[in-house]
């Protein structure tokens, strides 16, 4: 059984960073594509950054560029987010996603098979 486990979130102040984790298990993790993903209260659930299955590509959504790095370790089945410059539309609950296929660049939901609980993120003015 696929687990995804994310960690690493809390309450940070404007202009503050944090690192997320995601620990996965139960796949070939270094067969598959990763990604993060949030959702704000009341707000669809929104694509951040992907990673390839081997580190060697990422991609962002608009609203992080420049401000949120995603890497990976396949030694430890893990997929990190730095986050830095955070703003209060930060504020969300981030989830962590194994996409299906291995290949591409996924950024809809569709496009992934497994997904962690997720990590609440709060970032205060």
């Known amino acids: 059984q696929v687990q995804l486990v994310e960690s690493g979130g809390g309450l940070v102040q404007v202009g503050g960073s944090l690192r997320l984790s995601c620990v996965a298990s139960g796949l070939a993790f270094n067969r598959y594509g990763m990604a993060w993903f949030r959702q704000a209260a009341g707000q669809e659930r929104e694509f951040v950054a992907g990673i390839t299955w081997n580190g060697g590509s990422t991609y962002y959504g608009n609203a992080v560029k420049g401000r949120f790095t995603i890497s990976r370790d396949n030694a430890w089945n893990t997929v990190f987010l730095q986050m830095n410059s955070l703003k209060p539309e930060d504020t969300a609950t981030y989830y962590c996603?194994?996409?299906?296929?291995?290949?591409?660049?996924?950024?809809?939901?569709?496009?992934?098979?497994?997904w962690g609980q997720g990590t609440q993120v709060i970032v205060s003015s």
């Open positions: 996603a194994a996409d299906s296929k291995g290949v591409g660049y996924p950024t809809i939901e569709s496009d992934f098979r497994s």
